[in-house]
Structure formats: C-alpha cells, structure tokens
C-alpha cells in the first residue's frame, strides 16, 4: 500500500515538472522583444544593467528594445558592484626555552657529585606582518517578467572577476549562460523519448 502510494506521489511530481518546463519553454518561444529595465542599486547597477544588455544582445536569443511598450517581456530586479579592501595581519610572538641542570650526581658509576650548573636559552624574535588586498565582486538578482506580470524565470548571479574578465561582465554573461542553459534542458526535457516495456519473447518447446 505504502509503496502504491509513494509511486503515485513520483508520478504526480514527474507530471508537474513536466507540465512546468512546457509551461516555461512555451513562454519563453514565445518572446521576441525584451527590455531591460533600471536596475535597483544605484549607479553601479546600472553599470552592470549594460553589461546584461550586451550580454543579451550577443546570445541572440531575443532583440533587446529600449521601448518599454514594445516590449514581450521585461527583465528586473537589482545589482550591486563593491570594490573594497581586505586587510590580513599575522604575528608571531617571542619564544623563550630554558635549559637548567643544577648541581648533583652526573650519572656515572663512580657515583661522584657534580658542583656544575649549567643554563641554557634559547629565543626567537617577534614578527608581525600585514597586508592588503584590493577586491572587485558583483551580484545581480533578476527575474523576466511577462506582459500580464507573470514572472517567466528568475536567478540570482555573483562573481570576483577573473585575470581576463571583471566582475560586472562575469556577472552578465552567467546570466545569460543560466537563461539558455535552463532553455536548452526544458527542450530535452520534452523531446526525451518515453521507454517503452520490452516484449517478452517465449522460448520455443
């Protein structure tokens, strides 16, 4: 009965999911002309805004418009762009290590005392050492919005940069790398052929 019950649960999820995926594919087909809208975040966002058109524009997945009426369906949300400085500091304190050996028997078999003190130190010096590191990270949360105010598709995107790509830029083409990559595994999706149950073949008498 149990076992009844949690198949029937996976079918239901597996037609949900499906129903889903057809739902997003067939509204993402259907848009043609996308706006971009302002960013919140203030100016840095919409540094980052421009990045996204471009990025966008270059998937040539959609024509990117700058009339809000024209448009099939607008991308929101919000950014940011920080450049800050982090600062690390180590030090490493003095260490001291002493070594007495008072007087008393030297140990040897003739059993005579010893009137020798001896004293030994040994000590290290105290380092400190800072250092600064200058860092550049974007996030960008944005969601494209259909004309009726349905929210089609969402995600959320950040990065340091790289040696050959900053941040803002990095930021962008994840999101647009994101868009296609959830499109492409929408159509995969529906285009998977359903398996079939083998047919028994009967050994011949």
């Known amino acids: 009965m149990r076992r009844s019950v949690f198949l029937g649960l996976l079918a239901c999820c597996a037609v949900c999911a499906l129903e889903q995926r057809q739902d997003f594919l067939k509204a993402v087909t259907s848009i043609r002309r996308v706006y971009v809208d302002k960013l919140n975040g203030g100016d840095q966002a919409q540094h980052i805004r421009d990045m996204i058109i471009t990025s966008l524009q270059n998937s040539n997945l959609f024509i990117i418009t700058e009339n809000e009426d024209k448009a099939d369906a607008v991308v929101r949300g919000s950014a940011e762009d920080l450049i800050f400085t982090e600062s690390h500091q180590s030090s490493d304190g003095v260490n001291a290590h002493t070594q007495i050996s008072l007087p ?39 969601r494209l919005v259909s004309k009726d105010g349905d929210v089609i598709w969402s995600t959320t995107q950040e990065s340091q940069g790289g040696k050959l790509k900053g941040a803002s830029k990095d930021v962008a083409d994840k999101i647009t790398k994101k868009l296609l990559d959830d499109i492409q595994k929408a159509r995969n999706a529906l285009t998977t052929p359903k398996l079939e149950p083998a047919s028994v073949v009967k050994s011949p008498r």
Not at 106 to 128: A, P, Q, Y
């Open 104 to 142: 008393g028997t030297n140990g040897s078999t003739s059993g005579r005392n010893s009137n020798r003190t001896g004293i030994g130190m040994t000590v290290g010096d105290h380092e400190s050492q800072q250092t600064t590191e200058r860092k550049h990270e974007s996030v960008a949360t944005v």
